[in-house]
């Protein structure tokens, strides 16, 4: 499953730059100022986490990468393509699941299989592979209405899986699952990530979940979003979640980044 | 049209289907109740009728059953029940063909809706029977005027309904597909038309008994065959018999109609989580 493009750009590159960014939003009140020039850059094969309270603006950021959005002033760039609407082989995973309710497990991967523009004849085996990847192979003839919350985003994950990108944004992808689905569905995005390395920008409000995932956690003020802390985690990979927890290292950074994060106004949780 | 007119004729906030159903159907024991009590209605119908007042007034089942009969083995039930059950189809389909279009436009292009929403309330909330005679003067006893009103009655409900179904549709869901640079025809095959048949498909258990509301009143007002022109005939022969024996026949083919589209609910929208 290498990416498609890992030639177009020089290697080093980073794969998403943001220069400088502001975004706001119109409201009924007048405009509000929801990102505050932002640059940050994400490498190939780097797994980089935005912290920060809820609402502050890390999801626009995610959105405007996507080409949801538009960028107020400033650059947006993936693979050295300046962003105007959805880049090439972006992989987008919202808090909810977003799956077809009309599909089965099956429909709602094929989507992102057509989508990549996989060639009718080859999608069998890659759906079958993607299906065990995610343990879901039992279930490739249930509707989403039959699967329980950790199912349906395991099978969100395959779609992204199957468009094949080369950046996954995911804003808040496991918030709504309770602890243990969520700890669960952590292990399985590192063991995947740790086979086949992309470039993952995700956006959460979980401090532990951000170290134990990231290479990189930038932390975000309230809004409007700007970057006021950035730490680097060199905690060693695979990572076993359920031991990193009592890590010192572990418990050093998470600490580092409360701390980060109280400063300024409040935090609202 | 954000703030539809409470009516029947609208789906429940909650989206099609959120209803609570009447009776689940499948237990026995409801259907005992039902046999039960229809037999004793009809048999207090059949002893009080000529004791307790004059059977004029009311016929009763027996007698209604034997002219059921004799219509059926005559044939000459067939020829009303044609025209009706066409004049009705064909009202429904056309207020389907041409009320699901402009539902979806009326959604897609706001301003426009904006525009016209007083047009479509005005013209929706207007007693569409009271147009019958215009209808007849246009368009003559034929088919067509009974076909024209019924398709008056129809056609609003799909308009509305396609219309809030197509607000409905996730945004998100679209935003997903907009990630992975989907062309609008994939979108609109993929996520918005499954998004509006469950809407559809209830516009369709609407439109049913508004349709026959059509066919027979256009009927009532001028036509030559029929079951609301049976009923009316019946009615002008004080013949009490031939009007109970023409509603009963409506009401069979409303509720086989309704079962139809229940069956075809149930087949295309097996993903949905039972709701009934």
Redesign the interface.
């Known amino acids: 499953m290498a990416s498609r493009d890992e030639m177009k750009v020089a290697a080093g590159a980073p794969r998403i730059v943001i220069d400088n960014v502001s975004i706001s939003y119109a409201t009924p009140r007048g405009r509000l100022l929801a990102v505050d020039r932002v640059s940050l850059a994400v490498d190939r094969a780097e797994f980089v986490v935005l912290v920060g309270p809820s609402g502050c603006g890390k999801s626009t950021i995610l959105r405007a990468i996507a080409g949801l959005n538009a960028a107020e002033s400033g650059v947006i760039s993936v693979d050295g393509k300046r962003v105007d609407g959805p880049p090439e082989h972006i992989g987008f995973m919202f808090q909810r699941d977003t799956l077809l309710p009309w599909l089965t497990v099956r429909g709602n991967v094929e989507v992102g299989l057509e989508l990549a523009g996989v060639a009718p004849a080859r999608r069998p085996a890659r759906l079958a592979d993607l299906l065990a990847l995610l343990r879901l192979s039992e279930f490739h003839d249930a509707y989403p209405a039959q699967l329980s919350g950790g199912m349906r985003h395991r099978v969100s994950l395959g779609r992204m899986l199957a468009y094949q990108p080369a950046v996954m944004l995911m804003d808040e992808p496991f918030g709504a699952l309770d602890f243990q689905t969520k700890a669960a569905m952590g292990r399985e995005l590192l063991r995947i990530w740790e086979t086949e390395r992309r470039s993952i920008l995700f956006v959460t409000h979980d401090i532990e979940e951000a170290v134990a995932l990231a290479d990189r956690v930038l932390v975000f003020s309230p809004r409007p979003a700007r970057i006021v802390a950035e730490h680097r985690i060199d905690l060693p990979r695979p990572r076993n979640l359920r031991r990193l927890r009592t890590d010192p290292a572990f418990t050093a950074y998470t600490s580092a980044i409360w701390e980060a994060l109280g400063d300024g106004d409040p935090v609202t949780a | 049209m954000t703030e539809p007119a409470a009516s029947d004729e609208m789906i429940p906030p909650g989206g099609p289907g959120s209803e609570k159903p009447i009776a689940s159907g499948n237990s026995l024991s409801v259907w005992l109740w039902r046999t039960g009590l229809i037999v004793a209605l009809l048999l207090v119908w059949e002893f009080s009728a000529g004791n307790l007042f004059n059977e004029f007034w009311s016929s009763r089942p027996s007698l209604i059953g034997e002219r059921l009969l004799a219509l059926f083995a005559n044939g000459e039930i067939w020829r009303h029940l044609g025209a009706t059950v066409s004049e009705a189809l064909l009202g429904l389909l056309l207020g389907a063909l041409a009320g699901t279009p402009i539902g979806i436009a009326l959604a897609k292009y706001r301003r426009a809706a904006e525009i016209v929403d007083p047009f479509v309330m005005g013209l929706y909330g207007l007693p569409r029977v009271a147009l019958a005679p215009m209808f007849i003067l246009w368009f003559g006893i034929s088919l067509l005027a009974k076909v024209m009103m019924s398709f008056s009655m129809v056609v609003f409900v799909f308009i509305l309904n396609v219309t809030e179904g197509i607000r409905t549709v996730?945004p998100?869901?679209v935003?997903?597909?907009?990630?992975?640079?989907?062309p609008k025809s994939?979108v609109l095959r993929?996520?918005t038309i499954?998004s509006i048949?469950p809407w559809l498909l209830a516009s369709f258990r609407i439109g049913v008994g508004l349709s026959l509301v059509g066919a027979v009143v256009g009927e009532l007002i001028g036509a030559n065959r029929g079951l609301g022109w049976y009923v009316l005939r019946a009615g002008g022969q004080l013949d009490t018999t031939g009007v109970f024996t023409g509603l009963f026949v409506l009401m069979l083919v409303a509720m086989i109609a309704n079962q139809i589209i229940f069956l075809i609910e149930r087949q295309v929208l097996h993903?949905?989580?039972a709701t009934r």
């Open positions: 996730d998100d869901m935003d997903l597909m907009r990630t992975m640079r989907a994939y993929k996520v499954p048949v993903w949905r989580p």
